[in-house]
């Protein structure tokens, strides 16, 4: 008996390690390796291969041309092959903060099999790992209360469908029995109900930033603000296509004119506080727009605006009520006397200049906002920074 259960025992090990083998695809070497002093050490085992590449937004950026603009994307070191065929890069010494990254093997893009922590941007998947420290703290699940965070599908009359949005409730909610305001965040061009969570650390940012006393407790509606999808890619009937940034009507108007769907929604679900001082609306890029939008177009729904990176964009030829009579509906707004209206956007943005445009006509009507300017262009990193600002100034 006592030699059976040896045997078994071999057997069992013999069978975890050819499965971890294969799970691992026969590399077991650490990559990436966070250094003491901040550095980062990334691995790639290739013995066969004759060059290797790091592609990562913790090397300087190149200006790349596409048929939205100019943007600034992150650029590549080659990789140098060591003992047994293992490629090493190590990074400078880096600042906190949530970085992704990618390899390229002789011409092809690969992830790192050693690391299983990924990130999806409209069709692009990349690795991450976050560098602690300072803000970055944000971003990582610490031992604090945490949020529930649920994917609900509602009906919207509107767009004519069963639709699909993100919703966090704040630590206790279940158990409470009070009213919580609510802020709606929205996604840019390609995006989804996942983007915010996932991209954007927003789950993470909420449960902390209330944790420190630096938010009040609310409600986080985060909803799909593509009107021709019911949610996000692989997640609904249309099952698992390949997701573009170019869908449908996704800035026509019909978004913006449907949101009420959402508002109601969530009001007769959710305890709320039903009213303008309880709600804020916030967006990057073409979340951006549509917060400038559905805030025109029902000004007394919300109290607070965050633009992140907006595409302020006025079109004479878009036909939609949604445009109709810009200056006359922003006067509105700002009649109501909101709370905030907030206005971020890096530097080297390639919607900044329309950004200073629109706050110069905001300057020349005496409207009050709050701006702030950061480096960098139209990324991710710019507006997990802009999320952490604008939460702790609502519904004080």
Sequence with gaps: MKKFVLLLSAIFISLSVHAQQALWGGQQITSPQINKDNTVTFRYVAPKAHKITITGDFLPEVPKKTSYGTFDVPGSVEMKEGKNGIWEYTTTPLNPELYSYSFNVDGLSVKDPNNVYLLRDVASVSNIFIIGGGRADLYKVKDVPHGTVSERWYDSPSLGKARRMTIYTPAGYEKSKNRYPVLYLLHGVGGDEQAWPTLGR???????????????????????????????????????????????????????????????????????????????????????????????????????????????????????????????????????????????????????????????????????????????????????????????????
Excluded: C
Excluded at 315 to 325: L, R, Y
């Design 202 to 396: 927003a789950t993470q940012i909420m449960d902390n930033l209330i944790a420190e006393g630096k938010a009040r407790p609310m409600i986080v509606v985060i909803p799909n603000g593509n009107p021709a999808q019911q949610a996000a890619p692989g997640e609904g009937p249309k099952g698992m296509y390949k997701p573009t940034m170019n869908l449908p009507h996704t800035m026509d108007g019909t978004y913006i004119m449907s949101f009420p769907d959402i508002v109601k929604f969530i009001d007769a679900n959710y305890r709320t506080i039903r009213k303008k001082s309880g709600r804020a609306i916030a967006g990057l890029s073409m979340g951006g727009f549509h917060s400038l939008y559905i805030s025109m177009n029902f000004p007394d729904t919300f109290d607070y605006v965050g633009l992140f990176s907006a595409a302020i964009i006025q079109d004479s030829t878009k036909t939609s009520e949604a445009f109709e009579n810009f200056d006359g509906k922003i006067r509105t707004f700002f009649a109501g006397k909101p709370e905030l209206y907030f206005i971020a956007i890096g530097n080297r943005d390639f919607l900044y200049k329309a950004n200073k445009e629109f706050r110069k006509k905001l300057d020349d009507n005496g409207f009050k906002y709050e701006y702030y300017e950061s480096g960098q262009g139209h990324i991710w990193r710019n507006w997990r920074i802009y999320l952490t600002k604008f939460v702790p100034e609502l519904f004080k």
